[in-house]
């Protein structure tokens, strides 16, 4: 899927003493961060998300547990598993997401580009497709 994309990050060290991931966001992630934010204790058979944003970027990274993420817009779709601490998840504008299965402990951290902005959520998915289609070009 054209709008999202697979971030393998750095990981140092060794099963005997363990691991680092450095993120040095001007150079790992594709936009400069102004927001970070993460959910946790999420029940396993609870589905969030349910929406877009109009203009934010965003890199997702399951730091413990792990996730599906499903990417949808009004032409392609794909769901990606988060299951590992070295790996983000970039998502553009315009793409509907929805995360699930989050297992037992799971901790899924975002990068973001801008500030929250409640303004900036479109919650309501026949609105976003009819936005996308346009935002995208081409036909439904
Ligand atoms: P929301 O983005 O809807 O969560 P999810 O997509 O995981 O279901 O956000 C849940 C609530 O938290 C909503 O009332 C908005 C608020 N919120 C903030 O105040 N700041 C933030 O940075 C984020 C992401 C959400």
């Known amino acids: 899927m054209t709008s999202i ?4 990050f750095k990981s140092l060290g ?20 102004e927001r970070i934010y993460y959910i946790y204790g999420v029940p396993a058979d609870v589905r969030r998300g349910f929406h877009s944003h109009k203009d934010l970027k965003q890199v997702l990274i399951c730091l413990n547990g792990s996730v ?6 009004p032409y392609e779709e794909e769901t990606v598993t988060l ?6 998840l ?15 402990g799971a ?11 409640e303004n900036d959520y479109l919650r309501n ?8 289609v346009d935002y995208f070009g081409g036909n439904k």
């Open 83 to 88: 299951d590992k601490p070295n790996i983000g």
């Open 107 to 117: 901790v899924l951290m975002v990068l973001a580009s801008r500030h929250f902005d």
């Open 68 to 73: 599906d993420i499903l990417c949808k817009t």
């Open 125 to 132: 998915y026949e609105q976003y497709i009819n936005l996308a």
């Open 14 to 33: 060794k099963d005997n003493i363990g691991y680092l991931t450095p993120i040095e966001a001007s150079e790992d992630i594709p936009f400069a961060v």
């Open 5 to 8: 994309g697979r971030i393998e």
């Open 90 to 104: 970039f998502i553009g504008e315009m793409v509907w997401r929805e995360m699930f299965n989050f297992s037992e």
